[in-house]
DNA sequence: CTGGGGAAGGGGCCC
DNA sequence: AGGGCCCCTTCCCCA
């Protein structure tokens, strides 16, 4: 939208019309609106209200909006574009003084704090620099020219151009691991944030720095500032897009990831071949496993080989193994960590504990932002990631990017085409193995699919005296549905075949279960 | 409109 | 503590 001249309050040509418009508009200007809008940000971003970026400065989170920031330095600009976590090399900007040049971007002011202390001022011009915030930059070399501080701080190791800076306020030591913390206000913008004070709140158990998967790190270094090696959580963040929206595979991964199809059937055949790397847990096929002498028994009994059509019937079993001696097992109780709360043993002492808490009423680890509560330390903090939006496992091949490794394993099989999980009931392949449990539970007892396969087991007892192929009924246990069946034996079509099944109402009444 | 599949988010919990 | 897997659930798309 073009706006005209004299509406947007600039000069006019002399003589025009739009000179008395321009001077109405002046008499129209509220002079507070700026302050007011400026007042109105900072007070959303101390709330958290509607902040869209996470900054991470050392051990500090900081909460703000990406237009304030990309309108305030040059440097953010180019970092919130890609980015909704940004992490600050912590050697030139320290928690206390990122808090400060976050006000300053907020008010257009420094604290007395910050005017007060040549320290802190010399950190915050550094800082200032790094960040390519030019107002102040100008701002603190003016005040520290007043305090004559400037010419001897050129000099100096607090240079703005100085790798090492001064941590101010100096980090207080690390503290004691403390015992689970009450909810941090969800509306606080800073979470972690070192104030003047040190750190204000406990690290919450999330230690930000923690590792991440190998990946490459692009995000540019501004002008001035010193390259370095990428800081870890440098590689959690999405690589700058590189001539597109996402990054082009690597020709090197092309054959290991989103290759052409020929070699993705290479892959298959491969993996087929060697029965390598990936073998599917669960109920999918492996070593010894028969799909045919099981039908839709596709839950297995390891030890004894017999075969289940639910997780449950299964369980059951393996109890009933457990209660009694069960041929195969080595002697010797190999979980003898037994909880006294419920029937299920452990192997160390390690996870009974951290089992009998799953019965504690009261769970041990709250998150530190909404309050909910965890059994175990290690849910909290992924629960956590979710809050914060860290998502350091990213696909080469579409820059997607995950809270877990093996979302990311699972999401790499949408490019690779692998589909491990099959169906031993009709044949389905599925890339999630929780699809596979999902679609049994169709073939399963009292899924739609099942009053099927019963009127495909009796419809086929009917055809069997008719069809000399057909004459061993005991082995329809492992006949595919109805549907399937009557398309294969029959020579239709699978939609002839329900349309069919569907229209003779009569055949299936008629033998349908007494 | 409905059911099924694909893809993904999140919690539980064992190793 | 972190990895890995299972389970439940949701959302979207399509037939």
Request: hydrophobic letters at 30%.
């Amino acid at each position: 939208m073009i706006i005209p001249r004299e509406l947007r309050g600039l000069p006019q040509a002399s003589g025009h019309p739009g000179v008395e418009v321009s001077a109405m508009l002046d008499a129209m200007e509220v002079p507070s609106h700026a302050r007011h809008l400026l007042l109105q940000l900072n007070s959303q971003r101390t709330k958290g209200f509607l902040c869209d970026v996470i900054i991470v400065v050392q051990n500090a989170l900081f909460r703000a909006h990406k237009n304030i920031l990309a309108a305030s330095s040059a440097y953010l600009k180019s970092l919130v574009v890609h980015d909704n976590l940004i992490n600050l090399d912590h050697e030139l900007v320290s928690p206390g003084i990122f808090r400060a040049v976050l006000d300053f971007i907020y008010t257009g002011r420094l604290s007395e704090a910050e005017l007060g202390l040549e320290p802190s001022l010399a950190a915050l011009l550094a800082a200032a620099t790094y960040l390519q915030i030019a107002d102040l930059v100008t701002l603190c070399k003016k005040q520290l020219k007043r305090s004559g501080k400037y010419r001897q701080l050129r000099s100096s190791t607090y240079g703005p151009y100085s790798k090492v800076l001064p941590c101010y306020p100096p980090r207080a030591p690390a503290p004691a691991p403390a015992p689970p913390a009450p909810p941090l206000d969800t509306h606080r913008a800073e979470l972690y944030a070192a104030g003047p004070q040190g750190p204000s709140l406990p690290l919450c158990g999330l230690d930000l720095t923690k590792k991440s998967p190998p990946g490459p790190s692009v995000h540019g270094t501004p002008e001035g500032a010193t390259t370095q090696a990428p800081d870890p959580i440098y590689r959690w963040m999405k690589p700058e897009p590189q001539g597109g929206p996402y990054p082009e595979p690597d020709e090197d991964k092309s054959s290991s990831g989103g290759g052409c199809e020929e070699e993705e059937e290479e892959e298959e055949e491969e993996e087929g071949d060697t029965g390598s790397s990936e073998e599917p847990p669960g109920p999918g096929p492996g070593p010894g496993y028969e799909p045919e002498s099981l039908g839709h028994n596709v839950y297995v009994c390891i030890p004894c080989g017999q075969g289940f059509p639910s997780s449950e019937q299964l369980n059951a079993h393996v109890e009933a193994h457990a209660e009694g001696d069960p041929p195969g097992e080595p002697p010797g109780d190999p979980r003898p960590y037994h909880c006294g709360s419920c029937h299920k043993s452990y192997k160390d002492p390690a996870t009974l504990r951290q089992h009998e808490k799953t019965h504690w009423l009261s769970r041990p680890y709250p998150c530190t932002i909404c309050g909910k509560k965890f059994t175990q330390r290690g849910t909290m903090t992924r629960h956590m990631r979710s809050h914060l939006g860290l998502k350091p496992f990213a696909c080469d091949a579409c820059g997607m990017r995950f809270t877990r490794q093996y979302r990311l394993t699972e999401h790499m099989r949408i490019h690779s085409g692998e589909k491990p999980y099959e169906c031993q009931v009709c044949g389905g392949r599925f890339a999630q193995q929780r699809n596979l449990l999902s679609h049994m539970k169709m073939h399963g007892p009292g899924g739609p699919a099942d009053s099927l396969l019963a009127v495909a087991r009796l419809g086929a007892q009917q055809l069997a005296h008719a069809s000399p192929f057909l004459s061993d009924a005991s082995a329809l246990d492992s006949l595919y549905p109805l549907a399937k069946f009557t398309a294969e034996h029959l020579g239709l079509s699978q939609d002839k075949a329900i349309e069919v099944l569907h229209h003779d109402g009569r055949l299936i009444d008629r033998f349908s279960p007494a």
